[in-house]
């Protein structure tokens, strides 16, 4: 049997499509014979499995129409016999040509976005003309004070909410919430109480139509990779919070989105917790190469996790330092050892003190024309 | 087994609460009868069938009320949670028809639905809607705007929504307006009949009081609805127990 | 231990809560002079109860020693007022009384108010039944299968060998078959001579009345009266029962007394006394029958009665007519 390999190929940058309904064979043969379970590892040379293994695009026939593919691949115990490669597909004409990987790390770029909310006293301005590039597969870390709209960044990038003003795309296109194309993982585990682990987990998957047997393997593979694997059947009620913050990440993980946002998912864990989830959130980060963009309050963490630092600052919400990271990775936690590591630290907390001492001034001194 | 005895014993305490009663206000059988009398005229009704008869029908009345009664209402519960025009439009129509006795109206329903077992169904419904719309509405509001924004997030619909998130977040409420509407069927069911029926519970307690003057009689009508009341109540409490997981 | 002590507390409570007085105790002499009385008639004031407000206004009441208040209460509460000792007296349908006693209510028949049965088969003019054979078949709307209206309805099929099953019957909870016949549901209806006939009169329609008196005669309405007050103060009840015999011959020489009294304590006259006259006249002819008696009960039309409902099942002769009838001959 050979391995679940990813290929490494060009993908046109374009957003994948949003997962659809049919469970397909992909044998070489016409499409109309359908297994789900197929084991089409013979079409996929070079593929390499991730962490819920890869999205593969089909291309049929001769116009090579584009088929967004899902991918699951259930890790083996064994690193020699990978398990088969199992995958459905929907929409296509044609014999299968070619089989390329498709998800790879998308780059974000935001153009002079603006954001306003109406409130009573005016609008507030939460984000004013914020301009970032995120390059594919690096790990940015967003940090400010209260109110200087990393979370409403965020959402942005997520595709919950759109700018007033500027542009916003991933991988060349507008975010959709649920395209697949982002996973979001927030600062609450917000788990639905009355489903178990492993059932929530398996929740976008649901929305999306997928039918329930691979829910539940790939739920299981991602839970799996958080470390949870064993409690899959527990309620919500039931976990630590490190745990049910694990599973919102596993959440955020099942479709294998190219790109990952995370609203200060570890703030409200201790210290020490705090610090081995950073840990093996690099680990996945190395494992499966993603675009990571993480917001949280913790210079610390910032300077550990990051390629980038966005010092950001409120009223106006904006931009107000970009901090690049040169550290080697893997990166210990222990970084006041390190000169450099506690230069960069200083460098953000002065950005950051800034940001607040702006944000300490009067409200009625910076606010925005309504 | 410990709920059980205890429940035997409170039901044992009534009893003798119930006969002290009668003994201490020398109360006559024709005002307030004592609990063996009762027993004794309602084993006769039950030889008789009488009961029988009276109660299946007063049962599938309330049954039925209440099916079509909880229906409208959480579909209605849910327009209103959901629609800041329907509620606006709707409420204060909703409110007053909760107002107005039902006792009042039921002759005219009675009339406009053809006077057979669906007028007394439909006016057994009405009793049965309001508790369940509002605990409805107020459930589905109640939803947590986090998962809400989460579901959002990973590009749920709002049929989605509302199917995996609002409703089943909204089952316990939902069930407390259940509660309540199964046992005001049951009162439903009998001011329906007293609006114009053959038999039923209803029709009993006005044969038994206007005319046969026969007091535990009526109480023997009054213990069946509090039976059936408290066995309808137990199938939701059990309904509730395997559908609202937490 | 814990468990008794709120148990004991509740029972106290449901103790403290029988203090509603004995029937023994009840009627109180608060004043030597006039024996307070409470009188129960039916659903609301009424010119069918003239006599009652010429006793109260016109003094027969004063003079017999009574001071009498009129509260308004319906069947079966009327009984079970009289019997308990809520009330001293009331006014009932002899053949409920049949059925109340024999249920183990303890009130008496004390004297007829009507001499004849007011309840009738009516239907158009024309259709009405002439004789209970005519009933055959025919659709029959009534309040319900209970009261004086059923009775007579029942009586009067089995004069003429029928049962309920030959005919259709369709109730009425609402009092309210007259719509019943005018819209055409049902054929014929039961009803009180006294008021529809002529509820039907005046909306132009014409009707014809099927009245029991010839063929099951029952013992019409009267003033009825607790097992207790008549041991305790016969000569209560025979005041009572004088005064208002009294003041319904009154009535009956001269109906304009009796309307005027009526339109003293009836606010519903006022809004249309020409309906209201109407009743009282027809009301007065159903009091005078073939005779005004003071009141005297007819024991005669008794016992028929008696022996008709316990024929159609109404009661089962275990308690007897004496048992149901007032003896006021022992001054």
Redesign the interface.
Known sequence: MAPCRQQNTSSSGRGGTPHRRSARDLSGQPANRISPWADAADLTPGATPGPTGPTVTVRMGEDESRVAVAVACRPSHDARTPAPLRFRTHDWAGDVTSIHADREPLAIDLDAVEIGFATPDGTLRALDGVSLRVPAGSFTVVIGPNGCGKSTLLRVIGGLLEPNAGSVTVGGSAPRAGDGRVGLAFQQPRLVPWRTLLENVALPLELDGVPAPERVDRASVALERVGLGDVAGLRPSELSGGMAQRTGLARALVEDPPVLLLDEPFSALDALTREAFDAELQRLWSERPRTIVLVTHSVGEAVALADLVAVMAPRPGRIARLVSVELERPRGTDLAADPQAARLVGEVREALSEAHAVGLRPWAETRGAA | MRGIGLALVSFA?FLA?WK??TV????????LPPPEAVIERGLRAIRTGVLWEHLLTTVVESVLGFALGAATGILTGVALAKSIVIERALSPYIVAAQAIPILALA?LLDIWFGGGLLARVVICALIVFFPVAIATMVGIRSTDP??D????????NPA?RTR??EI??ALPVIFGGLRVGVTLAVIGAVVAE?????TGLGVLI??A???????PLMFVALASLAIIGLVFYGLVVLAERRL??? | MSVFRPLALVLAIVLAACSTPSPSESGTETDAQLREITLLLGFRPDVQFAPFYVAQQEGYYAAAGLEVTIEHKQAPDVQRLVADGGAEFGVADATDVMIARTSGIPIRYASTLYQSFPVAIIGAAGDAPTEPAELEGRTIGTPGRFGSSWHALLGLLESAGLTEDDITVREYPQFNQVEGLVNGDVDLITGFRNNEPLQLHAQGFDVGVLTVDDFAPLPGPGVIVGDDLLESDPDVVGAFVEATAAAQAAVIDDPDLGFAAAQEAVPAVAEDPEVARAVLDATIELWRGDGFDNGQVDRELWDTGYATMKRLGFIDGSVPVDDMIADLSGG
């Open positions: 305490v609460a002290a009663v201490i206000g020398r109360y006559p059988d024709f005002i002759p986090l998962l924004e989460m579901l959002r997030s990973l590009g749920a989605q995996l998130l089943p977040s007293w609006a114009g029926a053959a006005n044969i009081n206007q005319g046969l003057f026969d007091t609202v997981v937490r």
